[in-house]
């Protein structure tokens, strides 16, 4: 079992910056490709970003290209997002997520919610005007 917690969440002005971290426990080794999603209210979970196991291949989604930045994090942290230029429509629960590595199966990184086996309890970001 992996469990997740995800942290640095909170309230900031319009065009701030925030870091989320994903602090992982219970793995039983370091291969899992992770990624970042977020929910608003009234609205479905999306994907945020992703990256590989290996954290040389990422994913960003077209809506926080050039602003948010996944990387793969320290020992514990499995996976972090740099959010600058945050936009009032950030504001949403974020959630990381980690599949294990069990071998190449075709794909480097999941932009599918469906395809992570381990969540985290998500943060709030909340980017005022």
């Known amino acids: 079992q992996v469990q997740l917690v995800e942290s640095g969440g909170g309230l900031v002005q319009a065009g701030g910056s925030l870091r989320l971290s994903c602090a992982a426990s219970g793995r039983t080794f370091t291969g899992y490709a992770t990624g970042w999603f977020r929910q608003a209210p009234g609205k479905e979970r999306e994907i945020v970003a992703a990256i590989s196991w290996s954290g040389g291949r990422t994913y960003h989604a077209d809506s926080v290209k050039g602003r948010f930045t996944i990387s793969r994090g320290t020992a514990k942290n499995m996976v972090d997002l740099q959010m600058n230029s945050l936009k009032p429509e950030d504001t949403a629960v974020y959630y990381c997520?980690?599949?294990?590595?069990?071998?190449?199966?075709?794909?480097?990184?999941?932009?599918?919610?469906?395809?992570?086996?381990?969540w985290g309890q998500g943060t709030q970001v909340t980017v005022s005007s």
């Open positions: 997520a980690a599949k294990r590595f069990t071998g190449y199966s075709g794909k480097y990184y999941y932009t599918g919610s469906s395809e992570y086996e381990y």
